[in-house]
Every structure is written in structure tokens, then in C-alpha cells.
């Protein structure tokens, strides 16, 4: 009989490092858009937005997430899920800048900025720890699930 429990296994520490330096990031960031939402346009010589509480919605979302990294990282083969929203708005936010500035134009190049640091450094450490919460799950086989008789 095989079976694996992530509840046992103890995960590398980087993994918690990582996670809580992406909750680090991610609330300061998210902090910094909300109380100060017209700074980063003046940074990379944007105009500023019309609208500045639709981009503090997004500081306030990217803070959010900053909290479910920091409950990941006191588990994060547990946690695996919150790691993969993170991942997936990792990955669909680039998308959306190639397509919203590079293709259809409706986006500055300029705030590609935000790219490397929000997404991009994320992926591989991000995608290491749902990799490894992968191989970690319960294997079940057919000795395990026999029933008794």
C-alpha cells in the first residue's frame, strides 16, 4: 500500500521564504497603489488615470492575494490552491498586458514595468512549489481502497 499525506511531509523552507516574501511584495504594492494611486504613473511618465479608485481596486486585489501568500507559506503543499490562483494571475496578467498595450494599443508600453516584479519573477518559484505539492499528493491504490471483509 502507497499512500503519500502532505499533512507529513515536510516542504523545503524556501518554499515558506518565497511565499512570504510574495506576501511581502504583494501587500506593499498593493498599500502603495491604494494610498498613493497616481504615483506609479508619474514614475514611468504615464498620464494619471480618470478614475483612480479602479486602480486602487486592483492594489487592494494584489494586497489581498499578499495575505493568501502568507497563509500559504505556513503551508504550502497544504495550501497549493492558494499558490495556484497566484500562479494563474501571474500568467493572465502578462497576457493581458501584451494584448491591452502590444496589440491592441490601449495600454502604454510603459506600464510593462510592472511585469517583472508583480509576475514574472513569480513563476518558476510559484510553479517549483506546485510541482512538488504534485508529487506530495495522496496516492491511492488498489490495496488502499480494498474494503475489509
Known sequence: MQIRNSQATQPPPW???VL???AGY???????????????FTLVGMEPPRHPAIWQCVGMIVGVY?????IAATNPLRHWPIVL??????????IGYV?????????????????PTN???WWVPFGLILWAAYRDRPL???EAEAVPT
Open 26 to 40: 504583494n501587500l506593499v504594492w498593493g498599500a502603495w497603489v491604494v494610498l498613493f494611486p497616481e504615483h506609479f
Open 119 to 121: 509576475d514574472l519573477i
Open 66 to 70: 499578499g495575505i493568501g501568500y502568507a
Open 85 to 94: 490562483v497566484g500562479l494563474l494571475g501571474k500568467i493572465l496578467g502578462p
Open 15 to 17: 518554499m515558506s521564504w
Open 20 to 22: 512570504f516574501a510574495a
Open 140 to 142: 491511492k491504490t488498489p
Open 99 to 115: 494584448d491591452g498595450a502590444l496589440i491592441r494599443g490601449e495600454l502604454s508600453p510603459a506600464f510593462g514595468w510592472t511585469i
